[in-house]
Structure formats: C-alpha cells, structure tokens
C-alpha cells in the first residue's frame, strides 16, 4: 500500500540520497524544510556539506518535472514541495505555533485528513518533535534505511571449544571451520578456541576466509607497545596487516582504541615505511560550534580536537624512551607538539578534518578516523571512497548512545556501527570489539558503574 512520508529536515541533513530510500511511496518534503536547508547551506562541517548536496540532487530532479506538482522516481515513487496546509489554528493550547517543527506537524496532520485513504507518516531523528507529533495523533517513523536492525552488533571474535588435535592443526596448515558452528563466520573473524580434552591448551586464531590460522603478530610490538589482553591482541593483528585495508574498533573510555591506532601507525610510517604518511580525522560535528567558528589555520582549529592522538603519542613516546628503540629518524627529545611538528614538515603526519578531505585522495596513507560513532553513514561512505592504492583506514569509536553528541545519529545508525555491519564480510575489512578497560583502575571502575 501506497504511503505519503512527511521528511524532517534532520533526516535530509543525515542522508543526502533520502529521496531514493521509500521504494514506491510519496515523499513529501514540506516548504518550511527547505527553508531550513538555505539556512544551513552555509554551515562549516557535514551539516552545510549535506545541506548543499540535497539541493543539488531536488535541483537534478526538477529537471525531470513540476516539484510543486510532483516528479516521478525511478523506483516508482514520487517527490513533492508541499506549499501548503500550514494551518494551525487547531492546535492545543500552550504549543508555540511560531516554531517551525509546530508548523511542519501542522502539515502532516492536515495531508492526514486531507488523504484519509493514504496512511500519512512523519519522518524526523528529532526525539522532541516525534514526542509531540504522536500526542497528537501523528503516525512517527525514525529514518531506517542506514539503521542496524540487530540487536547483536558482530564484535568479531568467538569463542568456541574442540579437541586438542585440532588445535594442533590451526598451526600445521590451518583448520578448516567446523560445520556445526551456530553462527556465520566472516573473513578475518577470531577465535579464542579452548581444548575439550587438555585444561589450558587453547590458541587465539583468525579465519583467513578459508582457514583457522595462527596470529602473526603476537608477539611483536610497535612503537613500544604491546598488546595486553585478547581483544587488543586481535585488534593488533588487523592494524599491522597490510593486506587489512580496513579496520573498526569499538569499545568504551580506556579500553586502548586510540593509543593501539597510533602506535600501530607510528610503526607503520616512521619505523618500517610500509606507509607513506598518517592522518589523523576526527569528524567535528554537531557537538557544539562546528570547526570554522573557531579561530586560525585549519591546523590551531583542529588543535583542541585532537587531544586524543596528542596524548597517545606523548604516552607511546614514554614506552619507547623505556624500552629504548629506535626510530627511522630517531626519537625526537623534545615535546609532542614538536614531534607533531616535525613530522608535519616532513609530510609524515597530517591532521584533518572531513571538510578539508572533501575531493582528496588518499594513496600509501593510514588514515585513521577517531570517534567515527559522531559519522552519519553517508559521511561514513564519503570518507571510505577517499581511499587511493595501498590505504588503510582504521575508524575507531564508541557506538553507545551517551557517546555521541551528533543529534542525527543514535547506538544503531551512526556511521561506524553502520560501516561495522557493511564491511564485515569482506576479504580485506577487519572488526574488534574491546571489552576490558586498561588505561587505569579508576578509569575501569567509572567506564563500569557509572
């Protein structure tokens, strides 16, 4: 059955390609929302990136028709501007009809009594406007099309027992996957595989898309740094094979994200060249100004953002100095800032933000995206296709809802836990989830009770 969708402006700025994602229902887009969009086309950041390419795509369209009338989709739908219906006066007392989210319900109730054969539904990632449309009797939908449906995001590893001969065979030339296995296995997948018939005999594993095999980095190190528990162990594994073109870690404050990036990174570049440059992303959005409100060249404005690599290298530096290894070009013994710095220079280390990568791409780089859950999926996409020959991307971030600050992204649409799900079954993509906390006791305790 045919349905009308009523758009909120939040779910165009999420996905800019919104209008091809309804299959053969009405979209309507009300005038008040594109009102909205020319406010923000001129925001820094992924809001005014997003905000111009929905114009661009309803101007594309109007190529093809009347928007006021409505243009007919290539899946069978259509795609209207709704003028009008902005009447009010039915409103409940003590709701300010000035607002535009006001104005915007007041179409959607209107169409529904206007289109009583038609279900009419509102469509917005606003919590606030979806609690004040169904008290009025409005039919709200959350955007779903990029939402994670399972409730059991993979976390990459599983933990399985067999016998001690056939943990034996993981290291003489692999094991193939047991059959009765409860669930699929995707290519560079763990195992923690414990023996059945001999306590304490077990092996950490990863499936090569054809065989259990060993891990082949347990006991390396990089930049100082050694992995601790089993999940670092494999997220080592994935960050320090090249033939792992893309890697997601997920896990909670302290559990060693951003400091196993780095180091891996530091190794990668500086120590063994098998990489050209490191850049370091975050994408600032939403959480507050966006970047150009800030003061002076894109490197002092991403300054404030980038703490978390800072303090990975100035950490990573004590490790090295400890455990006295040397560098390509030595260990600078100075401060971070002028390790940063020089490497900078150099062109070894880049910083960056998403509005400064837009048409860039990137070849022989790791570039390594902090706090990816703050993506929508569709910046998630547009940073994945700046990959050029031999790049590696890492994204790293918490996908928990008290995590993320952007307002147009939740635990199971944000951008990573999306790129988790989607990546996932490919020969060179990697997952791990980090469960335990190591930055210190205190750190575990609060990551845990609070």
């Known amino acids: 059955m045919v349905k009308n969708y009523v758009i909120d402006t939040n779910v165009m700025v999420h996905d800019p390609d919104f209008m091809h994602k309804f299959n053969d229902n009405n979209i309507i887009i009300p005038i008040l929302c594109i009102e ?41 739908g259509t795609l209207r501007v709704e003028l009008n219906n902005i009447q009010t006066d039915w409103l409940p ?6 607002k535009n989210d006001t104005k915007i319900i007041a179409v959607v109730k209107n169409l529904q009594e206007l289109t009583k054969d038609i279900p009419t539904i509102l469509v917005t990632k ?14 709200v939908q959350d955007y779903q099309n990029d939402k994670i449906t399972t ?34 296995i995707y290519p560079n997948e763990f195992f923690h595989i414990k023996s059945v018939d001999h306590v304490g005999h077990e092996v950490l594993a990863r499936y090569d898309g054809d065989k259990i095999v060993p891990l082949k980095y ?49 190794q990668n570049v500086i120590e063994t060249n098998k990489y050209r440059k490191i850049v370091f992303v975050r994408p600032v959005v939403a959480a507050g100004n966006d970047i150009g409100y800030l003061p002076g060249t894109e490197i002092e404005k991403l300054k404030p953002w980038m703490g978390s690599f800072y303090d990975a290298i100035e950490n990573l530096s004590d490790m090295k100095e400890t455990s006295n290894a040397k560098s390509t070009y030595g260990k600078p013994s100075f401060t971070v800032d002028d390790f940063i710095e020089q490497y900078r220079q150099r062109g070894v280390i880049e910083t960056k933000t998403f509005t400064y990568m837009r ?41 928990s809802d008290n995590q993320i600050d952007n307002q147009y992204v939740d635990s199971k649409s944000n951008g990573l836990i999306y790129t988790v799900e989607k990546m996932k079954p490919f020969n060179i993509t990697g997952h791990v989830s980090l469960k335990r906390v190591e930055r210190s006791p205190l ?7 609070m």
């Open 443 to 449: 750190a575990e305790i609060a990551e845990r009770n």
């Open 126 to 139: 606003d919590v606030y406007m979806s609690i004040k449309a169904s008290s009025l009797g409005i039919e």
């Open 36 to 76: 909205e969009l020319d406010n923000l086309k001129k925001r820094e950041g992924i809001v005014g990136f997003n905000a111009r390419n929905v114009a661009k795509e309803l101007q594309r369209l109007m190529g093809e028709g009347d928007i006021a009338e409505g243009i007919q989709l290539e899946n069978g």
């Open 359 to 399: 048409g860039r791409t990137f070849t022989n780089s790791l570039i390594i995206v902090d706090e990816a859950q703050e993506m929508t999926p569709h910046l998630a996409k547009l940073m994945l296709t700046r990959a050029g020959e031999n790049s590696k991307f890492v994204f790293l971030g918490d996908p």
């Open 93 to 98: 007392n003590g709701v300010d009809v000035h």
């Open 218 to 266: 347990v006991n390396d190190a990089a930049w100082g740094l050694t992995p601790i528990n089993r999940e670092q162990k494999m997220a080592f594994e994935l960050l320090m094979n090249p033939d792992i073109h893309f890697v997601s870690i997920t896990g909670g404050a302290g559990s060693g994200k951003t400091i196993l990036a780095t180091a891996t990174a530091l």
């Open 151 to 184: 409730d059991d995001v993979y976390k990459g590893y599983i933990d399985i027992f067999l016998n001690s001969m056939q943990i034996d065979m993981v290291y003489n030339g692999g094991l193939i996957p047991p059959i009765d296995l409860d669930e699929e």
